[in-house]
C-alpha cells in the first residue's frame, strides 16, 4: 500500500515506531486466539546471550528527495524499499493520490518497459482514430439580416474588451508530419491501454448521461458562447476528418508521456477536451488513475462527477499538470483547463493561456478548476 508519512503530531511521540499502512484484506477472518503449550513456548524463546535485535530507526522527520521540504505530510509517500520520500505533487508525471498498491520512488522502481511504437502507416492511424474521409465539412457561419449583424457587432465590441474569443487550432499542412502528430499519440495511448475517444463516454456501470447537469454546479458554471461553440464544432469536424492539432507526444524519463506543441499555437487557441469515462467521484475514492479530473463539482457529494481517462481518452490526458507550489512551476503553464456549460452539460476545455512556441512542452494547472472557476476567467 501506499504510504504517507505519519502526522506532525504523531511524529512527536517518542514512542512511535516505524508502521506499516497495509491493512488486512476485506474479508479476511479476524487473528483467533491460539493457546500454546510451554514446550512451544520454550522452543521459540531467545537465549538471553543473543545479540539484541537491530533497534529499527523511529520515525523523526521525513523529507522530500525532490524538494527537501517535510511539509504537507499527508501527501508525502514513502518509498516501501528504502523508505526515502517523496510529495506527490513532486513527482513527474504528479500523482492525484495517495496509491493504493505498494509505491516504490523513482531511485527503485523498475526501468519502464520499452514502448512500442504505433505503426506508422496511414491505414492503421484512420483506423485508430476511426477517421471518415470527406466528413462533414464545416458549415460556413448563416448570414444574419444586416440590421442582426450590426447589433452583433456593437455588442462583440463591448464583449471584446471583457473577454476573447476562442479560436480554432491550426493543424499542420504537411500531411506526413500530421500522421507523425497522430501515430504519436496512438502510442501513447496503445502504451497506456487506451483506446481512442474525443469525446465524454458513459459507460452502464458508471454515471449516466443525465447525471451531466452543469446547473447543479455549486456557483453556477459559465455558458460556452454560440461563437465559442462554433469554434469547438469546427475543431471537431475538423478532427473527424484526421486534421488534428499541431501537438506532439513525446516521452520522456522524467515526465513519462509529455505533449508539445508541435507548431507556433496562438493565446486562446482550442486544444482539445478532456475525454474519457464520466463516474461519479465516490465510485472512485480509491481509484489509482492519476489523471482523474474534476467535471461536476456539486453541493451534494454523491453527485459529484469526474472523468476518467483510464480506458478511452485522448491527448490531453497526456498533457502534464504543473507544480503549482511553486512560483516556478506557475511560470511554466501555457494551457489552461476550464469547465464550461455546452446545451446544459458540463464540458473541460483546454486552450492555450499564451503564445506557446512550436517544440514548447505543454503544462495546466493540474489544480486549476479550483482557482480558474468561475470567476477567474481568461483576461
Ligand atoms: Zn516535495
Ligand atoms: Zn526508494
Same mark, same amino acid.
Given at each position: ?10 511524529? +512527536?511521540?517518542?514512542?512511535? &515506531?516505524?508502521?506499516?499502512?497495509? =491493512?488486512a /484484506? $476485506?474479508?479476511?477472518? %479476524?487473528?483467533s ?5 510451554? +514446550?512451544?513456548?520454550?522452543? &521459540?524463546?531467545r537465549?538471553?546471550? =543473543?545479540? /539484541? $535485535?537491530?533497534?529499527? %530507526? ?37 500523482l ?8 516504490l ?20 492511424i484512420?483506423?485508430?482514430?476511426r477517421?471518415q ?13 444586416p ?11 463591448v ?23 497522430m ?52 475543431c ?34 482550442f ?6 469515462d ?24 454523491s ?21 503549482n507550489?511553486?512560483?516556478d ?5 501555457n ?22 512556441a ?14 480558474a ?7
Amino acid at each position: 500500500m501506499g504510504r504517507r508519512a505519519p502526522s506532525s503530531a504523531a511524529t +512527536s511521540s517518542p514512542e512511535l &515506531r516505524r508502521k506499516r499502512t497495509a =491493512a488486512a /484484506p $476485506p474479508g479476511s477472518p %479476524p487473528e483467533s486466539r491460539r493457546y500454546c503449550s510451554i +514446550s512451544d513456548v520454550m522452543r &521459540r524463546s531467545r537465549p538471553v546471550n =543473543a545479540p /539484541p $535485535p537491530v533497534a529499527r %530507526p523511529r520515525y523523526e522527520v521525513v523529507l522530500c528527495e525532490a524538494c527537501g521540504a517535510g511539509d504537507r505530510d499527508e501527501e508525502l509517500l514513502l518509498c516501501d524499499l528504502c523508505d526515502r520520500g517523496r510529495h506527490t505533487y513532486c513527482l513527474r508525471p504528479i500523482l492525484a493520490a495517495v496509491p493504493l498498491g505498494p509505491w516504490l520512488c523513482p531511485d527503485c522502481a523498475p526501468p519502464p518497459k520499452p514502448i512500442i511504437h504505433f505503426p506508422l502507416k496511414q491505414r492503421k492511424i484512420v483506423d485508430f482514430f476511426r477517421i471518415q474521409k470527406g466528413a462533414d465539412e464545416p458549415q460556413p457561419a448563416k448570414c444574419g439580416l444586416p440590421q442582426d449583424a450590426k447589433r452583433r457587432r456593437r455588442r462583440s465590441i463591448v464583449m471584446m474588451k471583457k473577454k476573447r474569443k476562442m479560436l480554432p487550432f491550426v493543424p499542420t499542412e504537411d500531411r506526413v508530419q500530421r500522421l507523425k502528430q497522430m501515430a504519436s499519440a496512438a502510442t501513447a495511448l496503445t502504451s497506456s491501454k487506451m483506446e481512442f475517444s474525443n469525446e465524454l463516454t458513459y459507460v452502464p456501470s458508471m454515471a449516466p448521461k443525465s447525471a451531466n447537469q452543469a446547473k447543479l454546479e455549486e456557483g453556477g458554471m459559465q455558458v460556452l458562447t454560440k461563437e465559442d461553440k462554433e469554434t469547438i464544432e469546427l475543431c471537431r469536424s475538423m478532427q473527424r476528418r484526421g486534421e488534428c492539432p499541431p501537438l506532439l507526444v513525446v516521452f520522456d524519463s522524467h515526465e513519462g508521456f509529455t505533449v508539445q506543441a508541435d507548431g507556433d499555437i496562438k493565446d486562446m487557441t482550442f486544444l482539445a477536451e478532456y475525454a474519457g469515462d464520466v463516474d461519479f467521484l465516490e465510485n472512485r475514492a480509491n481509484d489509482d488513475c492519476d489523471s482523474i479530473m474534476t467535471l461536476l463539482s456539486t453541493a451534494d457529494p454523491s453527485k459529484k462527477l469526474v472523468i476518467c481517462p483510464d480506458k478511452r481518452g485522448n491527448i490531453a490526458r497526456f498533457i502534464n499538470g504543473i507544480n503549482n507550489h511553486t512560483p516556478d512551476g506557475k511560470k511554466k503553464q501555457n494551457v489552461k483547463c476550464v469547465r464550461y456549460n455546452i446545451d446544459g452539460e458540463s464540458h473541460v476545455l483546454l486552450v492555450a493561456c499564451r503564445d506557446i512556441a512550436c517544440g514548447e512542452k505543454l503544462y495546466y494547472d493540474y489544480n486549476g478548476h479550483e482557482y480558474a472557476y468561475p470567476t477567474h476567467h481568461f483576461i
